[in-house]
């Protein structure tokens, strides 16, 4: 049926969806990048970048996506033969570990499943049987984009101290920030790491590393850095290409700026926060519905637990991957697909995907969404409980 009328919706749990504004600042010609406007602007993209991360501390910027993000973090933090402590509540949680120890260093692992958060009392039972105090970083990852996990970092950070551990906190938020509620000052955080296309509206291409001031005096013995990702110049730069270790990525620039005033000033940070949280509630009970009649059910049980900005489902394999192709071939919708929830290629795999509701996102894209999702149950015979879409309209309405 799709035949390229309309526009297709991509409602994957990144790249999300770019807003016409975004787009249309970046579509301009090259520009100067010696002084003028795109040199002028820095220092209030600075300020923004601090505010949508709740932090006056530093913040450095990267050409990269988020597993530059990963890298930066590490470079400037670990030495090898340096511990951290993965908390791993999904397949990024392990990858960003994994990147940990391809640089030397010894990773001790605590892996809480595919189904549930991150336990604090684990965390800290873990950090006081540390009694010479190797660990040197936390590794946390608030959202795990695969299973859609929202884990408690105020909890983790509470854990630490309990501890009297010493142990830096350091939290991937690349899926969360800017749709679910992320504090990092206030919740004890001192390395806080993120990419630009998901909940920041803006193509991948630009990756960032917040850290607090603690996080700077520790990482100043790293022997992992090198030139282009040592944070030392990016976050207390005196020339302007020192932002970017070079030739600054000015067209992002331009979209980052434009998706900044529209999250921050348009809109306001709480009243986006509280967008994103109205649109989960409606995925949510679309999701519920069906699954009192079918198979499909989220994978994180407990809505407490659940991310704001993706949730990942668990359906009959293989009915997953044809939803998913149905609902792209026959009415432009595309799904996330499962990632890490079974061996890639296996029968398991079709019975997991993802939908996607973060960043530039509203009740009427995500409602077309759901209805779209039960036509293709009800088309390809896939048993689901009655009235889901139905469910997810009352919830918008709801407020």
Not at 227 to 255: K, N, S
Not at 273 to 285: D, P, T
Not at 307 to 331: F, K, N, Y
């Amino acid at each position: 049926m799709y035949s390229g009328s309309g526009r297709m919706y991509l409602a994957i749990p990144g790249p999300s969806v770019m807003p016409d504004r975004v787009l249309a600042a970046m579509h301009r010609p090259a520009p100067n990048i010696y002084g003028g406007e795109l040199v002028e602007m820095m220092p209030g993209l600075i300020a923004d970048l601090k505010a949508v991360a709740g932090t006056r501390d530093h913040v450095a910027i990267y050409i990269g996506n988020g597993h530059a993000a990963w890298e930066a973090a590490n470079t400037n933090i670990f030495s090898p033969g340096d511990r951290a402590l993965a908390l791993v509540t999904g397949r990024f949680g392990e990858a960003w570990a994994a990147t940990a120890a391809a640089l030397g260093v010894e990773v001790q692992a605590l892996d809480f499943g595919r189904t549930g958060p991150v336990d604090p009392a684990q965390v800290e039972a873990a950090l006081r049987a540390d009694r010479d105090r190797l660990i040197r970083v936390v590794l946390l990852t608030h959202v795990d984009t695969a299973t859609s996990v929202r884990n408690d970092v105020a909890a983790v950070r509470a854990a630490i101290d309990a501890a009297g551990h010493p142990a830096l906190l350091a939290v991937d938020c690349i899926a969360s920030l800017g749709c679910d509620d992320f504090r990092m000052d206030a919740w004890g955080v001192d390395v806080m790491v993120a990419a630009s296309q998901k909940g920041l509206m803006t193509p991948p291409g630009l990756a960032f590393v917040w850290a607090s001031d603690k996080a700077l005096r520790a990482g100043a013995t790293a022997a992992r850095r090198t030139p282009y990702w040592d944070w030392t110049q990016r976050v207390v730069p005196t020339e302007f290409w020192q932002y970017f270790g070079g030739t600054a990525p000015t067209h992002h620039l331009f979209g980052l700026r434009e998706a900044l005033g529209m999250i921050l000033r348009d809109e306001g940070l709480e009243a986006v926060l509280a967008r994103h949280a109205l649109i989960a509630r409606a995925v949510w009970s679309a999701i519920e519905a069906w699954g009192e009649g079918g198979t499909l059910r989220c994978n994180i049980a407990p809505r407490a637990h659940r991310s704001h900005a993706v949730t990942a489902l668990r359906i009959a394999t293989p009915d997953g991957d044809r939803l998913r192709q149905w609902c792209e071939a026959e009415a432009g919708l595309t799904l996330g697909i499962g990632l890490g929830m079974a061996p890639p290629g296996s029968p398991e795999a079709g019975g997991f995907f993802r939908i996607g509701h973060m960043g530039h996102v509203n009740a009427a894209m995500i409602l077309g969404a759901l209805a779209t999702i039960e036509a293709g149950m009800t088309a390809l015979g896939i048993a689901h409980g009655p009235g889901g879409a139905a469910a997810a309209a009352r919830a918008i309405a709801a407020g």
